[in-house]
C-alpha cells in the first residue's frame, strides 16, 4: 500500500477525523499483510510511478475517489497525469470502485 503525501496534506495541516481514518486504514492494511509505503512529494502520479519502479511493481490498483464534484474538477489533472505515464511504462492500472 503506498501513501503519497502532499505538503498540504501534511499531519499538522489535516483535520484530527481524517488522520484517525487514515492510521485505521493503515492498520487494516497492515493485517491483512500489505506493506505500508509512505512517501511525501508534491507530484503524485510521478511519487506512483517512482515507487512502482523502485519496487518493480507490475499492477497498481487505485479505489476509486469520493470526491465532490468540484474536488473531481480540480483533481482531474492527477489522474490524467498517472494514465498517461502509465501507458508509457510496463506497469499495469486497476481502478477499483
Not at 506493506?35 to 515507487?51: G, H, T
Not at 469520493?66 to 490524467?80: D, E, G, Q
Amino acid at each position: 500500500m503506498l501513501y503519497v503525501q502532499t505538503p498540504r496534506e501534511a499531519a499538522d495541516r489535516i483535520p484530527l477525523a481524517a488522520q484517525r481514518h487514515l492510521i485505521n486504514n493503515f492498520k487494516l492494511a497492515t493485517q491483512l499483510s500489505a506493506e505500508v509505503v509512505q512517501v511525501q512529494a508534491r507530484n503524485v502520479p510521478q511519487a506512483i510511478l517512482d515507487v512502482a519502479t523502485q519496487w518493480q511493481v507490475t499492477t497498481v490498483c487505485i479505489g476509486k475517489p469520493h470526491f465532490s464534484l468540484l474536488r473531481i474538477i480540480l483533481n482531474t489533472w492527477i489522474f490524467n497525469e498517472l494514465l498517461n505515464r502509465l501507458s508509457e511504462s510496463e506497469e499495469d492500472l486497476i481502478v477499483l470502485s
